[in-house]
């Protein structure tokens, strides 16, 4: 056993059950074994490994856990948020995605990063949350990424009610409109030609989706804002998070968007970098100056 860990409980999970995550699962399982780290498994994991031997509630994880290694893409990453990383447990990324820009580590480099993270030499990250209230409900939904007031329907426009800060901004016809983090900017939002904010902005982006106007554009404001909407006419609408839940919204019904009060801790590598993220999975250049190029 290797002292003066900084882990010493770490659960494994993935929301996907294929034979690379389970194989990725065993070689993480092998590296906290021989540095006699305890491993734990949620139940709602869908890891299948032979090494596990017992898995636990989702409660116990939380209660037990010092650290999640998300196993898979962004996807897998943001149900270990909405799960654990919620609850103030700090959430690594194991990256079997495609952009994973929330997951960080590569399979060839699992081992020798995984050991280096267990002792102690990684960085920590730390995202908002955003909440999601309907007018007259105690239930409140939770997004990392963005929360989306949507008609339901293709190409079918809604309309609706804009406030900050209980302060009238706009009222819009559209398919929809996103309210994205700064770490959603490069999720959903990206794809509408929203702009990329880097993650230590503390900013939430209001994103008109195909907006039925040509002065629309894209708004930004500070993250401890309160956005409401308020559907009107006879629009239906939907509102999603993280494209997670579909929560019907009535017209004249107030949706209230906050920040949470819990946020997420990200372990990543000390050597990982937002933009060179940012230039290796959206091509943003052929080449990289040397340290020496004026």
């Given at each position: 056993m290797v002292s003066n860990l900084k882990f010493k409980n770490v659960a494994i999970y993935s929301s996907l059950n294929d034979k690379k995550v389970n194989s990725i699962a065993n070689q993480v399982i092998e590296v906290l074994s021989n540095l006699g780290i305890n491993y734990l498994s949620p139940l709602s994991s869908r890891i299948n490994s032979k090494l596990i031997k017992k898995s636990h509630t989702d409660k116990t994880i939380v209660n037990r856990s010092d650290l999640v290694i998300a196993?898979?893409?962004?996807?897998?990453?943001?149900?270990?948020?909405?799960?654990?990383?919620?609850?103030?447990?700090?959430?690594?990324?194991?990256?079997?995605?495609?952009?994973?820009?929330?997951?960080?580590?590569p399979p060839r480099d699992l081992t020798?990063?995984?050991?280096?993270?267990?002792?102690?030499?990684?960085?920590?990250?730390?995202?908002?949350?955003?909440?999601?209230?309907?007018?007259?409900?105690?239930?409140t939904f939770k997004a990392l990424n963005e929360i989306v007031l949507h008609s339901g329907s293709i190409a079918q426009l809604i309309e609706y009610d804009l406030f900050i800060d209980d302060e009238f901004v706009y009222r819009q016809k559209a398919d929809g409109l996103i309210i994205s983090t700064s770490t959603g900017s490069t999720a959903y939002s990206l794809s509408g030609n929203g702009p990329i904010i880097s993650p230590d902005v503390r900013a939430i982006t209001l994103l008109p989706m195909f907006p039925h106007s040509?002065?629309?554009?894209?708004?930004?404001?500070?993250?401890?804002?309160?956005?409401?909407?308020?559907v009107t006419g006879k629009?239906?609408?939907?509102?999603?998070?993280?494209?997670?839940?579909?929560?019907?919204?009535?017209?004249?019904?107030?949706?209230?968007?906050?920040?949470?009060?819990?946020?997420?801790?990200?372990?990543?590598?000390?050597?990982?970098?937002?933009?060179?993220?940012?230039?290796?999975?959206?091509?943003?250049?052929?080449g990289v100056p040397s340290k020496n190029t004026p």
């Open positions: 196993i898979g893409g962004d996807g897998t990453l943001l149900s270990t948020a909405r799960k654990f990383g919620y609850y103030q447990i700090p959430v690594l990324g194991i990256n079997l995605g495609n952009l994973g820009f929330l997951t960080d580590i020798f990063m995984l050991n280096e993270i267990m002792k102690g030499s990684f960085t920590e990250d730390r995202r908002i949350f955003l909440e999601a209230k309907v007018q007259g409900t105690k239930q040509l002065n629309a554009r894209t708004l930004i404001t500070n993250q401890d804002r309160t956005i409401k909407l308020r629009s239906k609408a939907y509102l999603s998070m993280d494209s997670h839940n579909n929560l019907k919204v009535n017209p004249n019904e107030d949706v209230y968007i906050q920040r949470a009060d819990t946020e997420l801790t990200l372990i990543h590598p000390v050597d990982h970098s937002f933009f060179y993220s940012c230039r290796n999975k959206l091509g943003w250049s052929l």
